[in-house]
């Protein structure tokens, strides 16, 4: 069972909780906790091997912690995602084959793109895929978003290189549950075309940005970034190739801290007790 | 304060520990734990913002905590050290700079070296050189090293590129006290010239390993690893020139999570609380 | 069009090579060469835009070039392969999806397991499987792979985590196109269970290691290396579950590398001319 | 003896060149060529064993090459090189111990600092000192510095943490010669404290960047960028500690490069042939 906690900071929080689970018997395989001291904010990620209540459980630990705490206790241990993708397979492919083999650590609902060349890969994965197309009106394409979301039951949508520029509308109704892969090292390169921007300014690294989506274009909480080497012989499109590499990587790596329940947020910042 | 802990693992542990924490109205800043389930054995390090008695303080938590724990509360803030070296100038020029501008973690006695080709660059930072010749009888040599050793105060004796193999009567003296750089990533090429033994076996990756020196050569507990790439085009000198900038690296990373008093033994494994 | 050459080095090799290249009126957009100093040899990788008559060029080289030099014009643009796997299915996915998105540089022909799990995801993706068990007798085991590769056309064959080893027999009928992922930074924990070893030896860092198979197990030429860190926290099994990632990228980028006619061999090593 | 050469590409360069070289009994140990295809330039660094009249050889290879070439025979072996600093160490360190040592590829002919409390470092190498204080004019500190520098003979000019925005005017004197270290992995973060913005932010990684200096501010061509972890325990003073090493070390490959003679600057960018 895992037990997360996210509330204002306090001298003898750990005490205090790790007191409670000692009184009910569980015992603490795992305990992540971290302080950020200009917030005052404490969070916590603790894995117990037992099975309480819990409600119960929670309850109490909400009678123990300062007021505004936010406690999950047992918080569904698979999760449940729709990805949206628009023409590249490469994040897609690899999310629709962990989720085959049932090591994504969420199911995935079904697959909406705004082009059907992705169709293919999802039916032989048995996921459902929907088109949506976005040329004309993004406010109908997006009323066809929702239509289709709201038929499943999720805990998170991944946009797996879907290359749309969402409404800050449609974006503030999924705060926190909205995960972007963005093909740059954030804040460098946001906007369009990063890897044609990387080329120009002639770096010697390629980077990727998993990230929550805000309202602000690529300025949402980061999760994980990761780089790779580049040099003067990489063309954009060289760039762009080697680039899909670390983007799939990258990405696995934010979905399974956030599907682990390890991402706390915190302001516009993230933090990920690994 | 630092306030150090490693004993077998017990239900309830840090609850006890943060709740005497809070009971001596000690502010914790910084809490890492770590348990060993196959050794169950139980690691904590603490940073509390505060001075209490220290002496007061770790009887208070030996009574606390099962029989055999190993409590330092404050231990020097700052470590003493004496660097062994050879011939090789890359890894003590980096602890010279480093002690010199107080940022090393730990203070510089003396230097010993087998070759009296460093005693330049000791002298210019005003740290004490010895020479010790190795040619002749092994014993001897050991014999003078114990004595100038004996001369000073200490916690650790780093091996900053020394090449001579230290008799187990010798290593045996300075238990969890031998740091040593190793200029491979170890198990591989252990040994002597692992560079060589790298160039002839194709790798692709250079590393180094800095380890506690125990009996068995290049087999003690590992602190730090690191590796670089290479490639086809490197020549053995090749390979030996770009794993003095590992080497450096490693050996200061490892240095400053022993002197920061970061890194617990656990039979022939380290944990190390970052 | 790319044309491959090895040979014995000579003065002038470069200079006679690209001065056929301008008199052919060949214009040449990459090329990379290396030459070995130990092993007195030359290497080299052209790109051309144009597409000679490729014998007739083959034909100009070997006179211009040292006795015994070897000359690919235009290997096969698209390799064929044919990948063995026991159980796991992380580089036989990432293998099929690359083949069927066209990004492998090589046309996947057939699966051959020595268990039955991983035949759905080939049918998924419309690629032949075939089941040989190894269970009785290796010898027989063997013949049967025999018989069902004699059945295809192929350049290389990947073992893509196949953990049965084949007998010098086997191997000795395949030189330079079996290739192999061993799951530790070879030479380090070569053999069986390499991530228990490294668990029971505290390494800092976990590692994968693509290489071609040769009469010694896990001796042969290295293609490619790379680790990614782990610490204390990692148990063996984390070690293997964080390996699999590291697994997949290395030997992808081992396949990228042999499919594009990037990889040489020269004794024992390999030279890959990215 | 290298040679180091710059051109609009055509088709047969390499041949002439490389025959040229073969005509003139030249021995190539090392040969790397890069065309870049968008701004059809050619590049070329040659390393020969033999020691030919340069001049001569200069005259053969321009009279070869298309008109505009740049063609250096013999370079300064050994490149002389002034650095201006702040008043932080480690980079300064770093080049004093390598010239000391005579590894660094420049010797140092003089460090000016716009604080004093790095002369005693510069002193203990017996590397002259010069203070020139910012406080007042920047004009009269850039005319004190022009005064400094007009006394030595130098190559490069090295702002190894130097924290002041040099004049266009100033930077206008030195083009191609002025090298700094950007704290942080531009363009991400240009301008003043990365670190805090890298905080503000909340990345995952903290970055140094390696550049020759141009009229706009942390906008010229890029030697060399790497990059370390960093996650949400890090305050600003963590990022810029941490930064410290990834700065040493990126400073340290980016002048091992340009000493070198393998970094040509092509419009905003650098092509490094390693």
Redesign the interface.
């Known amino acids: 069972m895992i037990v997360v906690i996210q509330c204002t900071d306090r001298?003898?929080l750990?005490?205090k909780i790790?007191?409670l689970?000692?009184a009910e018997?569980l015992?603490?395989?795992?305990?992540h906790?971290?302080?950020?001291?200009?917030e005052n904010m404490f969070f916590m990620r603790l894995e117990v091997t037992d099975q309480p209540d819990a409600d119960l459980l929670e309850q109490k630990l909400l009678q123990l912690l300062p007021e505004g705490a936010i406690v999950r206790v047992n918080p569904n241990p698979e999760k449940k995602a729709i990805v949206l993708v628009t023409k590249e397979?490469h994040c897609l492919?690899?999310i629709l084959?962990r989720n085959?083999?049932k090591t994504l650590g969420a199911s995935v609902q079904c697959v909406i793109g705004n082009y059907t060349n992705l169709e293919d890969?999802c039916k032989?994965?048995d996921v459902p895929f929907y088109h949506v197309a976005f040329e004309n009106s993004k406010e109908e394409a997006e009323n066809n978003l929702l239509n289709i979301i709201s038929q499943y039951d999720y805990d998170y949508i991944v946009l797996a290189k879907f290359m749309r520029v969402l409404s800050p509308g449609f974006v503030s109704r999924f705060p926190n549950r909205l995960i972007n892969i963005h093909h740059s090292?954030?804040?460098?390169?946001a906007g369009a075309n990063p890897y044609r921007q990387a080329y120009e300014?002639?770096?010697?690294?390629i980077?990727a940005t998993a990230h929550f989506v805000t309202d602000e274009l690529d300025e949402g909480?980061?999760?994980?970034?990761?780089?790779i080497s580049a040099?003067?012989?990489f063309?954009a499109p060289d760039m762009m190739k080697a680039g899909k590499?670390i983007e799939t990587?990258v990405l696995?790596k934010a979905l399974r801290m956030v599907f682990d329940d390890r991402v706390f947020i915190c302001k516009?910042?993230?933090?990920?007790l690994?």
């Open positions: 001298v003898g750990v005490a790790s007191g689970m000692a018997n015992n603490i395989v795992a305990m906790e971290h302080v950020d001291k200009g397979y492919a690899d084959v085959h083999f890969i032989r994965f090292f954030l804040p460098a390169f300014r002639g770096v010697k690294l980077g909480p980061i999760i994980a970034q990761q780089i040099d003067h012989s063309t590499e990587a696995a516009n910042k993230t933090v990920v690994e």
